[in-house]
């Protein structure tokens, strides 16, 4: 089966590539991309093939000449680079008042931004029918989770994230109810899990068109931005976090999934029994001892005993210093542990 085409058409040669790159890179096309810096070749092109989606910047869309143009397009979007996005006066000039199949984006922004306002025109409407697969990927998940609190199980995970990144493919997923990640990471977010959940739930076969937006990275990891509100974790069953977790792995052909999981979120077990390792961080107080014993208890009376198999109890030395920053988390005491837990236990 041919590919449709996408085209992207722009005489400012950096901002092309840019677009073009994080294109390439953040977002499983289902087209075949084109790159033109120059109209006439633009034109040329689509005199002989028809383009199902052109992202055009507003100066090189003024010195189109050939009317067929409009007839050889489907989806056109105009980047914007006077007055305010969604006027027409410029499509106005060219080919008549906009309509269904050309809107127009502000070309002053990130090429996140852009690309998610493509996404939000043609997910939703017909003009993006052809989603990538979502198809089977052997993923290796770990689970983190101890129910003794205050135990640095974000920085471990972080860590050991951070460090299989360098030679794997690896997702972190962060299920705390108040993991405060964005304020640690000196970051906003525009969108969350539960917005991830949403689409999964509404809109599965797009899922693979939306996530990549989404998707952040820290030190090379990559992670989705946890829930910013927390109780809508309680309304979501394990099965559905489960074919989730999967789902990403299979778009993202993550060889590792990381999951920071908290006592908060329903199905905590069927994650634990998904896992292929599981690390409990341990310490020697009574308190922490306590919780311990009852969290076994717990799993032997609900015969888990597959969970207990599956996990590691780690009790770390005291550390005399940790990094400074949640994205430098290879380097250090915490991440010269946690490597030999890779050699040893992970890749042994």
């Given at each position: 089966?041919?590919?449709?085409?996408?085209?992207?058409?722009?005489?400012?040669?950096?901002?092309?590539?840019?677009?073009?790159?994080?294109?390439?890179?953040?977002?499983?096309?289902?087209?075949?991309?084109?790159?033109?810096?120059?109209?006439?070749?633009?034109?040329?092109?689509?005199?002989?093939?028809?383009?199902?989606?052109?992202?055009?910047?507003?100066?090189?869309?003024?010195?189109?000449?050939?009317?067929?143009?409009?007839?050889?397009?489907?989806?056109?979007?105009?980047?914007?680079?006077?007055?305010?996005?969604?006027?027409?006066?410029?499509?106005?000039?060219?080919?008549?008042?906009?309509?269904?199949?050309?809107?127009?984006?502000?070309?002053?922004?990130?090429?996140?931004?852009?690309?998610?306002?493509?996404?939000?025109?043609?997910?939703?409407?017909?003009?993006?029918?052809?989603?990538?697969?979502?198809?089977?990927?052997?993923?290796?998940?770990?689970?983190?989770?101890?129910?003794?609190?205050?135990?640095?199980?974000?920085?471990?995970?972080?860590?050991?994230?951070?460090?299989?990144?360098?030679?794997?493919?690896?997702?972190?997923?962060?299920?705390?109810?108040?993991?405060?990640?964005?304020?640690?990471?000196?970051?906003?977010?525009?969108?969350?899990?539960?917005?991830?959940?949403?689409?999964?739930?509404?809109?599965?076969?797009?899922?693979?068109?939306?996530?990549?937006?989404?998707?952040?990275?820290?030190?090379?990891?990559?992670?989705?931005?946890?829930?910013?509100?927390?109780?809508?974790i309680r309304e979501v069953p394990g099965e559905q976090w489960l074919a989730l977790c999967r789902d990403i792995a299979a778009i993202g052909e993550y060889e590792y999934m990381i999951l920071d999981l908290d006592d908060g979120i329903d199905g905590l077990f069927d994650l634990l029994k998904s896992c292929q390792k599981i690390y409990t961080i341990?310490?020697?107080?009574?308190?922490?001892?306590?919780?311990?014993?009852?969290?076994?208890?717990?799993?032997?009376?609900?015969?888990?005993?597959?969970?207990?198999?599956k996990t590691v109890k780690c009790r770390f030395p005291i550390f005399q210093e940790l990094p400074d920053s949640l994205d430098m988390m290879t380097h250090g005491e915490l991440a010269g542990y946690v490597k030999s837990i890779i050699k040893e236990d992970i890749y042994g």
């Amino acid at each position: 089966m041919t590919h449709k085409i996408m085209a992207i058409c722009d005489t400012e040669e950096g901002y092309a590539f840019r677009m073009a790159e994080y294109l390439l890179e953040k977002v499983k096309l289902p087209y075949t991309l084109h790159l033109f810096t120059a109209v006439e070749e633009l034109e040329k092109f689509a005199g002989r093939e028809e383009i199902e989606i052109l992202l055009i910047a507003e100066s090189a869309w003024r010195l189109i000449k050939e009317e067929y143009i409009r007839t050889q397009v489907a989806q056109m979007f105009i980047l914007q680079e006077s007055g305010e996005a969604g006027q027409t006066s410029v499509l106005q000039e060219n080919g008549g008042p906009a309509g269904e199949d050309m809107r127009c984006i502000s070309k002053y922004q990130s090429p996140e931004m852009v690309v998610q306002e493509i996404l939000n025109v043609l997910a939703d409407g017909s003009g993006w029918k052809d989603c990538p697969e979502v198809t089977d990927t052997v993923v290796k998940m770990i689970g983190i989770y101890s129910p003794v609190k205050r135990c640095l199980q974000t920085s471990f995970a972080l860590s050991l994230g951070q460090l299989l990144a360098k030679e794997h493919k690896t997702m972190y997923l962060n299920f705390e109810m108040y993991s405060g990640l964005g304020e640690l990471l000196r970051r906003e977010y525009q969108s969350d899990m539960l917005d991830v959940m949403y689409y999964f739930q509404s809109a599965r076969e797009k899922l693979a068109l939306r996530l990549p937006t989404i998707i952040q990275n820290a030190g090379g990891l990559d992670y989705i931005p946890p829930m910013q509100y927390s109780l809508g974790i309680r309304e979501v069953p394990g099965e559905q976090w489960l074919a989730l977790c999967r789902d990403i792995a299979a778009i993202g052909e993550y060889e590792y999934m990381i999951l920071d999981l908290d006592d908060g979120i329903d199905g905590l077990f069927d994650l634990l029994k998904s896992c292929q390792k599981i690390y409990t961080i341990t310490r020697e107080d009574p308190f922490a001892q306590a919780k311990l014993r009852q969290y076994e208890q717990v799993l032997q009376q609900g015969e888990l005993g597959e969970i207990s198999e599956k996990t590691v109890k780690c009790r770390f030395p005291i550390f005399q210093e940790l990094p400074d920053s949640l994205d430098m988390m290879t380097h250090g005491e915490l991440a010269g542990y946690v490597k030999s837990i890779i050699k040893e236990d992970i890749y042994g």
